[in-house]
């Protein structure tokens, strides 16, 4: 039987039809607790390949056979080896080309919504670790917010797309991957916005992002209006795109809200957090649709693969926006804490241009998923 | 830590450090110790789990630059 390649892009197509999958995970268990590929149809085994060097016959009877099957690895050799076995022995399985770095790696553009005149909103999801960035375009111009290191595929949907980047945002300096933004606006010419608060290390030019700044985007005026709403960092800023949307950073998200540890302490930031989401979030329109730079858990995508929800209904249902009490809020964001993610000092550091690893270290750091949130 | 054997897994990219530390283990007697030099990252936590369910003894680790050492005692 034939052993097929599976791109990291056709798997997250599953994961957003809800596809059945049987993952093989041959990772050694450890890695494979932490973190795997994510899907609400996907059923999994997880068999270290190096337990399986001497073949795989006792295992085959526990491999469907009227189910898809995918082995995965962390670069795709074990992956491949295991595939072979599988595939010497009669069954018809496939591999992850690039396995879980790839997995890693992959952005799947979605488009979230037209603008005035035009302009449009896409949403990067990067599904295998929750990072959702962002490109508003319009006229022949383009606005990108939150990028991920994996500055080529913007790049070239700007190309495809025909505009040029103007404007490059970040919410805040992120601690739990790194930014493309630099890299960008250096080779695009852009303009590079980062909150100063934030930003009181970094070691390059940038762009003062403060609450109340306006920045247009393309001839017709798509208005980007930021609001400063600090608690997941001091500096944290949100963006009102058109009147529509409200990117919240990691701010809020859809099923969470924002962990105020990862640059300080909680203590310091908890009552920032607050008085963000229970005072200057209450005092915008409910209908704005709220995009977050994360995703948690895969329910939290919507039947498009998207992740959004009006602002109104996250009041109404997301447990962090509904903690009367404050000491019970305060409570909750600072003692009942994930672990922080990998590497998440070295990850500021890099993002704050201190420290400069090559493209595969910068792999390493962001290897596992990402919690930034807390719920 | 005197080993009997050394093998050199450096290059290698992941499954062979794997496969020929299994075999070089195998041409080893129980109680001996074998070197293993690798330099692709995830050796580390696949080596620990590897001689973990072998019954084998990871008994020294240490990095050397880009370098990553084992000792790894038969079982």
Redesign the interface.
């Known amino acids: 039987m034939a052993v097929n390649k599976m791109t990291s892009k056709e798997v997250t197509q599953k994961v957003f039809n809800k596809e059945k999958l049987f993952v093989f995970d041959v990772r050694n268990e450890s890695d494979f607790q932490d973190w795997k590929i994510e899907g609400d149809n996907f059923q999994y085994m997880n068999i270290p390949y190096f337990e399986l060097l001497d073949g795989v016959e006792e295992i085959l009877d526990k491999i469907p056979t009227k189910m898809e099957v995918l082995v995965v690895c962390a670069k795709e050799g074990s992956s491949i080896m295991v595939a072979e076995m599988l595939s010497y022995a009669g069954l018809d399985v496939a591999y992850l080309e690039g396995g879980m770095k790839a997995w890693s790696e992959h952005l799947e553009p979605v488009k979230v919504g037209d603008l005035k005149d035009g302009g449009e909103l896409y949403q990067f999801v990067r599904i295998g670790k929750g990072c959702l960035s962002y490109m508003v375009l319009s006229n022949g111009e383009a606005a990108l917010i939150d990028s991920t290191r994996m500055t080529d595929v913007y790049l070239d949907f700007a190309a495809e797309k025909n505009v040029k980047i103007t404007h490059v945002f970040d919410t805040h300096l992120h601690a739990d991957h790194i930014s493309g933004g630099r890299t960008i606006a250096e080779k695009t010419g852009a303009t590079y916005w980062l909150p100063p608060k934030d930003a009181t290390e970094v070691t390059f030019e940038y762009q003062a992002l403060e609450g109340g700044n306006d920045v247009k985007i393309g001839d017709t005026s798509i208005n980007i209006h930021s609001l400063y709403s600090p608690g997941h960092t001091i500096g944290s800023t949100s963006f009102v795109v058109d009147e529509k949307f409200l990117l919240s950073g990691d701010i809020l998200f859809i099923d969470s809200i924002g962990r105020p540890d990862l640059a300080g302490l909680a203590e310091d930031w908890v009552g920032d957090l607050r008085e963000t989401l229970y005072n200057r979030y209450r005092e915008l329109s409910d209908e704005l649709v709220v995009l977050p730079a994360h995703f948690m858990i895969i329910d939290e995508l919507n039947e498009d693969g998207s992740v959004s929800e009006k602002l109104g209904i996250l009041f109404a249902k997301n447990h962090g926006l509904n903690i009367e009490d404050e000491s019970e809020f305060r409570k909750m964001v600072t003692e009942n804490l994930p672990p922080q993610p990998n590497a998440y000092q070295e990850i500021r550091e890099t993002n704050m241009g201190k420290i400069n690893p090559d493209q595969e270290q910068q792999r390493e750091m962001e290897i596992g998923p990402n919690r930034c949130a807390v719920r | 830590m005197e080993a009997t054997k050394v093998l050199d897994a450096k290059g290698l990219?992941?499954?062979?450090p794997?496969?020929r530390t299994?075999k070089a283990i195998g041409e080893l007697e129980s109680g001996q110790v074998l070197e293993i030099h690798a330099t692709d990252?995830?050796a580390k936590?696949?080596l620990t789990?590897?001689a973990k369910?072998g019954g084998h003894e990871l008994v020294k680790h240490e990095e050397d630059g880009d370098v990553l050492k084992f000792w790894i005692k038969k079982g």
């Open positions: 990219a992941c499954p062979m794997i496969v299994k990252k995830g936590n696949d789990a590897w369910s």
